[in-house]
Structures are given as C-alpha cells and as structure tokens.
C-alpha cells in the first residue's frame, strides 16, 4: 500500500475496490493493492495538491474500468497518466503524426448510465487548478448525460489525453 503521498499515491492496480480505510492516510483497498478509486478518495481526505501516478504491472495499455461513478474531486489533484512507465507525450508537430504514447485507459463500459469518467466539483469544492493528463478516456455515459471530463472548478487542465477514443 502507498502511505508516502509526498511523492505522489501511486495506483499499483487496475482494479476498482475503494479505500479500505480513507482517515488512515494510506492508499489500499481491501486486498492491500492502490486502486485508482481509492487514491481519489485518499486526494480528496488529504489537505492540498496531490499527484496521482501509475505504476500497473504487465504490458501495453493497463483499463480500468470502474463498476460505478469514481468520486468527484474535491481537492486540488494532478493525474498523471504519463508516470506508467513506458508512456510519453507527444513531442510531434503538426502536420507530423502524433508519436506519443498512452498506456492508462479509463474504460466506462461498466460504470453506468449518464457516467463521467472524472468529476471536478465546483469553485468551492476545492478542486480548481486541478490538471488530467496522459489518459484515454472512452466508452463514458451512455444513453446519459455522462462525459469523459465533467468540470465544474475553475482552471483545470486537460492536456495529452485521448477522450473518446478506443484504445485499439
């Protein structure tokens, strides 16, 4: 389990158990493992900017995908899917084809009707100068009003991600 966020909570894991214990500033579920629902909920009890990375055993894309709505983010947080080792941005320019590479994908498949695949709550919420990156974001809200990136918080960043992509 990660309980260092100095250095960013570390999502070791591609499943989608919560947080075991989320007062005990440690991000582990019920099996000892960092999901990426528990490291939002270990953000959003943990006062100030936290860094979420990747670090998922295996080979090519690592999917998530989670069973319900992950929470919303109430907490400033930076998201990082490029900390996957073997991810990179796009160093590419245009008209030059894209040569970065994504490894974490957030599938919503199973997640539910009208999902978002992240939410940032509003101005008060605390979640404003929050930034996603490094992602692909697909297969979110159905037949509802469900998106890849709900935002209701001033300046968040989304940059590098592929929303709305299958990741084949």
Do not use: H, M, W
């Amino acid at each position: 389990p990660d309980n260092d966020f100095s250095d960013g909570i570390t999502v070791s894991v591609s499943g989608d158990l919560p947080d075991a214990n989320i007062a005990d500033s440690i991000c582990a579920d019920s099996n000892g493992d960092c999901t990426l629902r528990a490291a939002i909920e270990e953000a959003n009890d943990t006062f100030g900017a936290n860094t979420v990375e990747f670090n998922i055993p295996g080979s090519g894309v690592r999917t998530i995908q989670p069973t319900s709505a992950f929470p919303e983010i109430t907490d400033q947080i930076i998201i990082d899917g490029y900390s996957q080792p073997g991810s990179q941005p796009n160093t590419a320019v245009a008209p030059q084809p894209l040569n970065g590479t994504l490894l974490i994908e957030l599938d919503g498949t199973l997640a539910g009707d009208g999902s978002s695949a992240l939410r940032f709550g509003g101005n008060s919420s605390g979640s404003s100068n929050s930034e996603v990156k490094g992602l692909i974001i697909n297969r979110f809200g159905g037949s509802g009003q469900g998106q890849a990136i709900a935002i209701g918080a001033n300046n968040i960043s989304v940059k590098g991600n592929y929303l709305g992509t299958d990741s084949t």
